[in-house]
């Protein structure tokens, strides 16, 4: 089983930014991919981010192209987003996660979730 920590979270004005951490316990997960998701109040869990297993390929929102950045250090068992000027929209709980085989990035192709952490833009 793999489990899933997130950190990094918090409040910050918009413009700002902030980096989240994902750090993995268990079983090594560096042949999987792995993604960032964010679900606001109401709103359902979207898809935000996705690297291969090997790092080499990466995969964005939209929304968030040209602004956040995932990386992931296997060595470390970890993976991360650099999330640069944020917008009040941005708002959400983030998590991690870790993909079952396939070549979806969508919710749906989730094998392991983290908790998640709150991120809060200020306008």
């Known amino acids: 089983q793999v489990q899933l920590g997130e950190s990094g979270g918090g409040l910050v004005q918009a413009g700002g930014s902030l980096r989240l951490s994902c750090a993995a316990s268990g079983r090594t997960f560096s042949m999987y991919a792995m993604g960032w998701f964010r679900q606001a109040p109401g709103k359902e869990r979207e898809f935000v981010a996705g690297?291969?297993?090997?790092?080499?390929?990466?995969e964005y929102a939209d929304s968030v192209k040209g602004r956040f950045t995932i990386s992931r250090d296997n060595a470390k068992n970890a993976m991360y987003l650099q999330m640069n000027s944020l917008k009040p929209e941005d708002t959400a709980v983030y998590y991690c996660?870790?993909?079952?085989?396939?070549?979806?990035?969508?919710?749906?192709?989730?094998?392991?979730w983290g908790q998640g952490t709150q991120v809060t833009v200020s306008s």
């Open positions: 690297i291969s297993g090997s790092g080499r390929n990466t």
């Open positions: 996660a870790t993909y079952s085989l396939g070549n979806s990035w969508s919710s749906r192709a989730i094998a392991y």
